[in-house]
T-cell receptor
Framework: GIQVEQSPPDLILQEGANSTLRCNFS?????LQWFHQNPWGQLINLFY???GTKQNGRLSATTVATERYSLLYISSSQTTDSGVYFC???????????FGAGTRLAVHP | SAVISQKPSRDICQRGTSLTIQCQVD?????MFWYRQQPGQSLTLIAT?????????ESGFVIDKFPISRPNLTFSTLTVSNMSPEDSSIYLC??????????FGDGTRLSIL
């Protein structure tokens, strides 16, 4: 099946710093989503982005489907950005999401 | 987007018992899914809950351990049977409407003593 790899696995930032999280996938995808899991375990939809670029406030995402990767940009990070960021993809004729291992982000004041 | 409610939000159970988790969506959805997240790990799909028929289980998950019901287009349940400490996880329900992204409930945090 399709493999989803995220990097880096862990990231520590000072408040105000920028960061880029990467998601590589091993096959073509029909759907790609980025999620933020906050410290309380809630999984928040960030982007639905099978291709192209989208922006939402301080966050933006770019998926280059032909090269099988997606990037999540966080600018001017805040302590509330802490948590785990997951990339998940749908491949083939199914609708099930396959998750990467996640990037654990800690933003310190 | 769909609003998904899960209950209970958390529970502590004795080994050997069973717990049923409920998932309610505020609109009719095409597909519903159940995921497990073990401590410190990513999410793994348990099964797709099919309306009016048996659920479709992923490799490593069986119906006897994780029976699933989906009586209509807005509701599903997952039962974790004969629990052991290894079943301590967060269990999440998700739903998908046609070409929209999947949305998740807040999860059920389960601890087995």
């Amino acid at each position: 099946g399709i493999q989803v790899e995220q990097s880096p696995p862990d990231l520590i930032l000072q408040e105000g710093a920028n960061s880029t999280l990467r998601c590589n996938f091993s096959d073509s995808v029909n759907n790609l989503q980025w999620f933020h899991q906050n410290p309380w375990g809630q999984l928040i939809n960030l982007f639905y982005i099978p291709s192209g670029t989208k922006q939402n406030g301080r966050l933006s995402a770019t998926t280059v489907a032909t090269e099988r990767y997606s990037l999540l940009y966080i600018s001017s990070s805040q302590t509330t950005d802490s948590g785990v960021y997951f990339c998940a993809v749908v491949s083939g004729g199914y609708n099930k999401l396959i998750f990467g291992a996640g990037t654990r982000l800690a933003v310190h004041p | 987007s769909a609003v998904i409610s899960q209950k209970p939000s958390r529970d502590i159970c004795q080994r050997g018992t069973s717990l049923t988790i409920q998932c309610q969506v505020d609109s009719q959805v095409t597909m519903m899914f159940w995921y497990r997240q073990q401590p410190g790990q990513s999410l793994t799909l348990i099964a797709t809950a099919n309306q009016g028929s048996e659920a479709t289980y992923e490799s490593g998950f069986v119906i006897d351990k994780f029976p699933i019901s989906r009586p209509n287009l807005t509701f599903s349940t997952l039962t974790v049977s004969n629990m052991s400490p290894e079943d301590s996880s967060i269990y999440l329900c998700s739903a998908k409407i046609s070409n929209q992204p999947q949305h998740f409930g807040d999860g059920t945090r389960l601890s087995i003593l």
